[in-house]
């Protein structure tokens, strides 16, 4: 059997270029990490780091009726969000299990670009053709873009960027390469995900690089968003976990007829056999997926926490045995380990 043919981003000859190390991931050739993982990590929750995010995919969605469409495939409720403005939300089955959970982005009344990910980036293209309506149109422009996320307590200022509310997003200029500024991320920060076309993608991360901004790579970014409760499509959310077990309920509008509503709907009403939990080690180990943690549970991600130094997680568990400051047992490795529930995020940085 022929080995994988690795799809590389724009900016692939960079990464190589500042000895970056280069990993297989969701079908890319993408860096884990270039100084170390704990250094980029505390950049970014220090000052500012960027993250190639080019793997991501991107479907345009517009006509007349655009936004009938996605009302009926996706879980929240894009008539609360204007032109310039994005929102979080869930791609959900028949079963109310999340398909993807993704950014949709109204660029103006009859036009949405949705971000996915990009392990999800055809499966998503695939459904959303599947229930095309007359009056809509679903184009995969994954390949027309760049996606650079810029994060940290003082990304904006080091882009040279205006202040903006988060969940917006407007066209800038950085140093001379046109980009769309979201103000969106997963780590936790403050900053936004620039995108931009394919071509400029290399001079507008020159151009970041050039203002002191840190390059980071996936391992940051997954210690980041996990000391921040975000879920992570694979891991902790899947087309087999339901909103409501995953702590996603605020993404679902239960008064409209999305696929899976009902379901969605059930069990809210009845309330989840089990939830979503973020804990905290109180012996030395690290939690890795899919360790089993006693009393039915298990769990879905996990690490060392480079901001609190010691291991932390997410898993499901019991519901009964979901309130903070209950403690787990987890099979580290064939020993027992314990560990506490925690309030979601485990880590928010003073003044966020």
């Known amino acids: 059997m022929a080995p994988e043919t690795l799809l590389k981003t724009p900016l692939h000859d960079r990464h190589v270029a500042l000895g970056a190390r280069i990993v297989p991931f969701a079908g890319w050739e993408m ?22 995010v080019s793997h991501m995919g991107e479907v345009e969605v517009e006509g007349p009726r655009a936004l009938e469409l996605l009302q009926s495939l996706l879980s929240n409720d894009l008539d609360r969000i204007a032109p310039g403005q994005a929102q979080y939300t869930l791609l959900t089955n028949d079963r109310g299990g999340i398909i993807d959970d993704l950014i949709a982005y109204r660029l103006d009344r009859c036009r949405y670009l949705l971000v996915v990910n990009a392990s999800n980036r055809e499966a998503d293209y695939a459904w959303l053709r599947e229930h095309e309506i007359s009056g809509s149109d679903v184009r995969d422009v994954s390949d027309e873009y760049g996606l650079l996320a810029v994060q940290g307590p003082n990304a904006i200022a080091k882009l040279g960027l205006e202040p903006a509310a988060k969940n917006t997003f407007a066209e800038v200029e950085i140093d001379g390469v046109q980009a769309m500024a979201n103000r969106t991320g997963y780590t936790g920060e403050d900053g936004c995900e620039l995108l931009c076309m394919a071509e400029d993608a290399g001079t507008l991360w020159d151009s970041v690089l050039a203002r002191g901004v840190t390059p980071c790579g996936l391992g940051a970014r997954d210690t980041l968003r996990l000391e921040a409760c975000f879920p992570l499509h694979g891991n902790d959310i899947s087309p087999d976990t339901d909103p ?32 979503l939990v973020a804990f905290v ?9 899919g360790m089993p943690i006693e009393g039915g549970g298990e769990v879905t991600s996990g690490s060392h926490s480079p901001m ?9 568990v019991p519901s009964a045995q979901a309130t903070p400051g209950t403690r787990l047992t987890i099979d580290v490795r064939g020993k027992p380990r314990v ?14």
């Open 31 to 52: 860096p884990v990490q270039y100084e170390g993982v704990i250094q980029e990590h505390r950049a970014v929750r220090a000052d500012a780091g960027v993250f190639d």
């Open 244 to 275: 409501i077990s995953a702590g996603l309920g605020w993404t679902c509008a239960l008064d409209k007829d999305f696929t899976g509503a009902t379901e969605v709907r059930r069990i809210k009403q009845q309330g989840p056999e089990r939830r």
């Open 281 to 289: 080690m109180e012996e030395k180990a690290i939690p890795r997926q």
């Open 308 to 316: 609190l130094d010691v291991g932390i997680g997410m898993g499901y």
């Open 339 to 352: 560990a506490r529930v925690v309030k979601k995020p485990i880590y928010k940085r003073e003044g966020t």
